[in-house]
């Protein structure tokens, strides 16, 4: 079975730019999560969508914007691209997701997508 | 809010070795713990994950962890290391806030196999 896919795999914007990131998740997972991974750091949470309502954000302006669709994709969005964007963009799916077991839910992670603003 | 600390950014390790890596959160109750591998051009893969009950966590790939609550601590072990261990190694904590599954993630450490 295909892991989670996303694309493109790399992607060069100049700051002001929009851009649109795409991930599909493992078949049968219906919760997409987004994470930022800056050069040298750890990743960091952005979003996590589970029937295609937002049902967690992290700490991102919001130039940033997620959706899920019935298909159970997701888009990433990011507007007015500033130079601080540049990072590698992971998408992780996860089977289902629970409030009262938040934090369970084993994540799997794409191999990202790699975006540059120049 | 919840942190995670990884104090070594680079640890050099002789093939055959035993390798332990730091792992530091802050949480006020009882955290989940994840321990995640990445591969250069791969995604994180999950080593192993502490919920709740027996503090020693087996992994794949025969890596352990311990999770001691009065140190704060979740290292991850490994008794003997081969080549295709070297990578960047994540550890994280869940976020609790708002209820979602987003981990925090700490700032890694690169392991470096020596042969």
Do not use: M
């Not at chain 2, 890596?21 to 080593?47: D, E, H, I, K, M």
């Not at chain 2, 081969?82 to 890694?108: M, N, Q, R």
């Amino acid at each position: 079975d295909a892991g989670v896919t996303q694309s493109p795999t790399h992607l060069i914007k100049t700051r002001g730019q929009h851009v649109t990131l795409r991930c599909s998740p493992i078949s049968g997972h219906k919760s997409v999560s987004w994470y930022q991974q800056v050069l040298g750091q750890g990743p960091q949470f952005i979003f996590q969508y589970y029937e295609k309502e937002e049902r967690g954000r992290g700490n991102f302006p919001d130039r940033f914007s997620a959706r899920q669709f019935p298909n159970y994709s997701s888009e990433l969005n990011v507007n007015a691209l500033l130079l601080g964007d540049s990072a590698l963009y992971l998408c992780a799916s996860s089977q289902r997701y629970e409030r009262s077991s938040a934090g369970k839910n084993i994540q799997y992670f794409g191999a990202g997508t790699r975006l540059s603003v120049l | 809010a919840q942190s995670v600390t990884q104090p070594d950014i680079h640890i050099t390790v002789s093939e055959g070795a035993s390798l332990e890596l730091r792992c530091n959160y802050s949480y006020g109750a009882t955290p989940y713990l994840f321990w995640y591998v990445q591969s250069p051009g791969q995604g994180l893969q999950l080593l192993l994950k502490y919920f709740s009950g027996d503090t020693l966590v087996q992994g794949i790939k025969g890596f352990e962890a311990e999770f001691k609550r009065s140190q704060s601590s979740f290292n991850l072990r490994k008794p003997s290391v081969h080549w295709s261990d070297a990578a960047e190694y994540f550890c994280a904590v869940h976020t609790s806030g708002g209820g979602a599954d987003g981990l925090t993630f700490g700032k890694g450490t690169h392991l470096i196999i020596q042969p």
